[in-house]
């Protein structure tokens, strides 16, 4: 078929015209290509670093602010490893001991919330309220868990309750004695939110 096309070219404008026209269309297929728009590229998504991870994510619930800023601080891996060791050492209740049990319980505490409070999206449960709150102050003393259903007013009219838990702690340090919290399902996803009275 090419053998054709080139005979009828050559019977056209002879062999001469037909490479003057190659030369010609040449820089053109170069033009277009280069006006073409370039392939859309996925955006790069870069995987946080062990410290960022260790610090918006495993201690972002017990670290002060101010520890915080000074870790923001810090220009070296040596000066960020050796501060997450000073980190939990002033945490340790039993210092000079090979174990840390306030890491090894802030750990154990995490990973149980992430096990048991990840919302239906499969996001984490240390993201999460409950997480968090899990997190920070350990299990409550006292849980109720009422699942979704309908509820009844006093006036006989009906609502679809969404699902809802309240945590109660006996004593939390630094905030007090008899401590509630509530969280509620708000869209049943799984995202127990704390509720605005507990803030």
Aim: hydrophobic share 30%.
């Amino acid at each position: 078929m090419l053998q054709g096309i080139d005979r009828m070219l050559q019977g056209a404008i002879g062999r001469r015209g037909w490479l003057t026209l190659l030369a010609c269309a040449t820089p053109l297929v170069y033009v277009v290509s280069a006006i073409q728009p370039a392939p859309a590229q996925s955006p790069q998504v870069t995987a946080p670093t062990p410290y960022e991870r260790w610090l918006n994510e495993e201690v972002v619930y017990i670290i002060s602010e101010e520890e915080r800023k000074a870790f923001l601080d810090l220009h070296s891996d040596a000066e960020r490893g050796q501060f997450i060791e000073q980190f939990w050492q002033r945490r340790d209740p039993t210092p000079g001991t090979e174990k840390n049990e306030f890491r090894e319980e802030h750990y154990r505490r995490i990973a149980y919330a992430n096990e048991h409070f990840p919302d239906k999206a499969g996001n984490p449960g240390w993201e999460m309220d409950r997480g968090m709150i899990y997190i920070k102050y350990g299990p409550p003393d006292e849980k109720d868990s009422h699942p979704a259903g309908p509820y009844v007013t006093f006036d006989g009219r009906t609502f679809n309750r969404p699902p809802w838990e309240r945590w109660r702690y006996k004593h939390i340090e630094g905030i007090g004695n008899n401590v509630t919290c509530e969280f509620l399902d708000h869209h049943g996803d799984g995202k127990y939110q704390l509720s605005q009275d507990n803030e």
